[in-house]
């Protein structure tokens, strides 16, 4: 079954961490870009990271250096680290893959998409 697959989400207090995890299945993503997205309440979803081979690392969303991608050595479980949250991060985090492609900011280019996780800031 191909699927992607979100992990790490929570709730956690302004100014803690978090470690989303985004696992394939199924299918293999070395030629593939993996981005996170996120989409708060009440708004537009929005594109934060994306790391693919042809196109490396890349970072749509001004975070000032809170939030890092990355990629284990199998290539299949990408991850967004991400420090000093705020409020304002609150929303359903969503990870997905274009299959064969670089990296991009548009949603509408991702071929398949994880469930979800969701991250609660508050106090």
């Known amino acids: 079954q191909v699927q992607l697959v979100e992990s790490g989400g929570g709730l956690v207090q302004p100014g803690g961490s978090l470690r989303l995890s985004c696992t394939a299945s199924?299918?293999?993503?070395?030629?593939?870009?993996i981005a996170w997205f996120r989409q708060a309440p009440g708004k537009e979803r929005e594109a934060i990271s994306c790391?693919?081979?042809?196109?490396?690392?890349m970072y749509f969303l001004i975070t000032g250096g809170r939030f890092t991608i990355s990629a284990d050595n199998n290539g299949n479980t990408v991850h967004l680290q991400m420090s000093a949250l705020e409020p304002d991060d609150t929303g359903y985090y969503y990870c997905?893959?274009?299959?064969?492609?670089?990296?991009?900011?548009?949603?509408?280019?991702?071929?398949?998409w994880g469930q979800g996780t969701q991250v609660t800031v508050s106090s």
């Open positions: 997905a893959a274009r299959q064969g492609r670089g990296c991009t900011s548009s949603q509408w280019s991702y071929d398949r």
């Open positions: 790391i693919g081979t042809t196109t490396g690392t």
């Open positions: 199924g299918f293999t993503v070395e030629r593939d870009a």
